[in-house]
């Protein structure tokens, strides 16, 4: 279904066969059940690998699909029908808080607004106010996800406030009101966004971004004249005019001194973007200092040529720190150059509750570390020759404290195989 969206916007600048999105809505009315109108969800996979009604969710995030390509896809029309026809049998208060905010677009992107201030009702008892932003949080309590623990500041969730922000931009004569809680909503993601402009995983960064995108559209003038001043005690550190010529440029400077206090001073007719972003190295402790005992070595069957087929990393880690165990705790295992991570060989480890790739590092997460030595095996594959092997490392980060630890392993074709 998502694909099927890219098609409908890719198509607008790329020529793309029209056949393809003819054989894509066919190959999707084949999973339609014809009395209930629910499509099937295969192949859905639901960011909290929960168990939900990836049926229910799968069709409210469809039906908002459905709408917006309707009008150049004539297929897509009796597929809405019956997509409509399934949620209207839905009980909304029994979906969990992520399927509701699906419920929510899906009647805004048909025009129900009785359905939608009834949804909306409902997810706003649900908020939670900070200060003067907004957002919601993931209601499911079995498992979590590792992109949530990234912005460690954070106790929301993105996809959910990102995704009913989308709902709530979709209403054409917003009330003052509402306008203004769309701005706390705005205010709140802003404030997840890393330094590069995403938010920790594709689909959070995709959702997030067109909320944001949308609500800048709600509030955007032509007359924009607004001019941006950074202070540091009374001195200027930074002056910038944004005008309808520039206000899609990104303007950035680097700032001398990151512990002071600074202040923004806005003036003008606008809505600016501002953010301030810190970099900084973390400290991986060592010996006495460290939290986590935690040793790392390769090994592989063959080496054929200086070269593996298959080189297994075993890591084993334990809690040395002040308390029994650790709490949330993310292992990070850089992967060699040229191969990659299989997840089958941990994926049905009890005590590993996530993982997932983040460039070349496969992330694990366990939600504690006690004093006695936990082991695990990650498997890896050659998929690109190199030449040259350099040492890796794998890191365990507590999530909450930052307490850390760290070891490091070569490749295992030469003349040492272990270190520590």
């Known amino acids: 279904m998502l694909s099927l969206r890219t098609i409908f916007y890719l198509d607008k600048y790329i020529y793309i066969d029209e056949h393809i999105s003819t054989q894509t809505l ?66 909304f208060e029994s979906q969990n808080t992520l399927t509701q905010s699906y419920m929510l677009n899906a009647a805004a992107s048909v025009g129900d607004w009785d359905k939608w201030q009834t949804y909306y009702d409902a997810l706003d008892a649900k908020s939670i106010s900070n200060g003067d932003t907004i957002f919601w949080r993931n209601d499911n309590k079995a498992k979590l996800v590792l992109y949530q623990y990234f912005p460690t500041s954070s106790t929301g969730d993105v996809l959910i406030t990102s995704s009913i922000l989308i709902g709530l931009t979709k209403h054409p004569n917003p009330s003052q009101d509402l306008l203004n809680k769309m701005g706390s909503i705005a205010k709140w993601l802003s404030g997840r966004m890393t330094r590069y402009g995403g938010f920790y995983a594709s689909q959070p960064t995709s959702s997030a971004t067109e909320a944001l995108t949308r609500f800048g559209r709600k509030i955007n003038t032509n007359e924009t004249n607004v001019v941006v001043s950074l202070r540091q005690n009374d001195t200027e550190v930074f002056n910038v005019t944004i005008n309808k010529q520039n206000r899609l440029l990104l303007q950035s400077m680097e700032i001398a001194s990151p512990f002071a206090v600074y202040k923004f001073i806005v003036t003008g007719k606008g809505s600016p973007f501002i953010q301030l972003s810190t970099s900084y190295n973390t400290k991986i402790a060592k010996g006495e200092d460290a939290a986590f005992e935690l040793t790392a070595r390769a090994t592989a069957l063959n080496c054929f040529g200086g070269l593996a087929r298959k080189v297994d990393v075993t890591v084993s880690i334990r809690y040395t720190g002040d308390r029994d165990e650790s709490g949330d705790t993310i292992v990070s295992v850089d992967i060699l150059t040229g191969y990659s991570a299989d997840f089958s060989s941990v994926s049905q480890l009890p005590y590993i509750e ?27 594959y050659l998929q690109n020759r190199v030449s040259i092997f350099q040492a890796a490392s794998v890191v365990a980060q507590e999530i909450v404290t930052g307490e850390t630890g760290g070891a490091r392993y070569k490749y295992p074709c030469g003349s040492e195989l272990v270190t520590k």
């Open 354 to 380: 996530d993982y997932r790739m983040n460039g070349n590092k496969a992330l694990l997460y366990l939600s504690s570390v006690n004093g006695t030595a936990t082991e695990f095996t990650l498997t890896t």
């Open 26 to 91: 066919i190959y999707i009315s084949r999973t339609q059940d014809l009395e209930s109108g629910c499509l099937n969800p295969i192949g859905y996979w639901s960011i909290y690998q929960e168990k939900v009604n990836a049926t229910i969710q799968y069709n409210a995030m469809a039906a908002s699909i459905l709408q917006e390509i309707s009008l150049k896809y004539s297929a897509a029309g009796p597929l809405l029908e019956g997509v409509n026809r399934c949620l209207n049998n839905t009980d």
